[in-house]
C-alpha cells in the first residue's frame, strides 16, 4: 500500500514537473515573439546541439544586426560596435527543443544607444517603446 502511495506520489511530481517546464518554455517563447514584433529591439537567435554554439552563433548575428543599424543610422559603413559594447546592453533567454538547444539574444536599441552616445545614432519614436518584461536568465 505505501509502496503504490509512494508511486503514485512520484507520478504526480514528474507531472508537475514537466507541467512546470513547459509554461515556462511557453512563456519565454512567447516573449521571445514580443521581442521580435517590436521595433524597439534587434535580436539574434541561432540553434545547436551545443548551448556554447549556439551562443556564439547568435551573438555573432546580433553583432551583424547592430552594425547594420549603426551604419544605417549614422551613413557610416565602416563604423562597427565591439562585441563588449553588444555584451554590455544585450540579454539571452534558451530554450531546449528536444537535443537543440535555441539562443536568443536581443538589446534595446535605446539602451545601447544610451551606452554609445559619440555616436549619435537617432532612434525614431517607435524604437523608444516600452520595454518588455523578461526573465534574465
Known amino acids: ?7 503514485t506520489l512520484a507520478v504526480f511530481l514528474f507531472i508537475g514537473v514537466t507541467a512546470s517546464q513547459a509554461q515556462k518554455r511557453e512563456v519565454i517563447l512567447q516573449q521571445m515573439e514580443q521581442i521580435r514584433n517590436s521595433p524597439s529591439y534587434l535580436y539574434a537567435e ?3 546541439t551545443n ?31 565591439t562585441l563588449m559594447d553588444i555584451d ?3 540579454t539571452w533567454m534558451n530554450t531546449r527543443d528536444g537535443k537543440q538547444m535555441h539562443t536568443f539574444i536581443y538589446l534595446k536599441k535605446s539602451e545601447f544607444v544610451r551606452q554609445k552616445p559619440k555616436m549619435r545614432i537617432r532612434l525614431r519614436p517607435e524604437e523608444e517603446g516600452d520595454e518588455i518584461a523578461t526573465g534574465k536568465p
Open 46 to 48: 541561432a540553434t545547436s
Open 51 to 81: 548551448i556554447d554554439q549556439a551562443f556564439r552563433l547568435a551573438q555573432k548575428g546580433l553583432q551583424t544586426k547592430v552594425n547594420a543599424w549603426i551604419a544605417e543610422r549614422t551613413g557610416m559603413a565602416a563604423l562597427k560596435a
Open 88 to 90: 554590455k546592453t544585450s
Open 1 to 7: 500500500m505505501v509502496r503504490k502511495l509512494l508511486l
